[in-house]
């Protein structure tokens, strides 16, 4: 029965995907669902739009835990997700409620982070090294540019994933180097904006 088992496993492996993830391993049937329902909006926006990117698309989803990695780049064209990392959310956003209950603001001042699709602009070096501005796209976010929400990287994000929270911070997605290093790859190997989609 042992030897059974092991070749039906055996059999199985042998039919793995060729994504470099496989979405199974990484995000539960709910999750999974998030994602495909953004995923549709920037396949759809994007076929309206021209100037954005229909192959690669970058997607946060607030509700998984900030210790886990929720920031996707996807692959449009083959449905897959190519890498996945850790990223911040504003401290504004933290409600100290049981469960984790995030809220989201546009404000400015609010440190919040907001939710909606951004449009991935030039990069430019600031206080936290290179870093991209971010173009709120939506009225939930259309204050991004005026409150200097950007991807950005900072030493204190860890680039694996953690039992643990991670630092918050002041309304950016805020990732570590290595992760905004392979990030930037994607960026600036496309003539097409890249979209950013957060949603909670």
């Not at 956003?93 to 939710?115: A, H």
């Not at 991935?120 to 991004?144: C, H, M, Q, S, W």
């Not at 540019?145 to 039992?163: C, N, Q, T």
Request: one cysteine or more.
């Amino acid at each position: 029965m042992r030897v059974f088992l092991l070749a039906l496993l055996f059999s199985l492996s042998s039919f793995t995907s060729l994504s470099m993830w496989d979405e199974d391993e990484i995000l539960n049937e709910v999750e999974f669902a998030r994602l495909n329902e953004h995923v549709n909006e920037i396949k759809s926006f994007a076929a309206s739009n021209h100037k954005y990117s229909n192959k690669i698309a970058f997607l946060v989803d607030m509700k998984i835990k900030s210790g886990r990695n929720r920031f996707f780049v996807y692959d449009l064209e083959n449905n897959q997700i190519l890498d996945q990392g850790l990223v911040a959310h504003g401290k504004g956003s933290e409600t100290g409620i049981k469960g984790d209950i995030l809220q989201f603001s546009n404000s400015p001042e609010s440190n919040c982070t907001s939710l909606g699709r951004y449009s991935v602009e030039k990069p430019y070096k600031g206080i936290f090294g290179k870093a991209f501005r971010l173009a709120g796209l939506d009225e939930t976010n259309n204050n991004a540019m005026k409150r200097a929400i950007v991807l950005h990287s900072y030493k204190e994000v860890p680039s694996d994933e953690k039992e643990y929270y991670i630092i918050n911070s002041h309304g950016c997605p805020m990732v570590s180097q290595e992760f905004l290093t392979r990030l930037s790859k994607y960026i600036e190997s496309t003539n097409s904006k890249i979209l950013l989609s957060v949603y909670y």
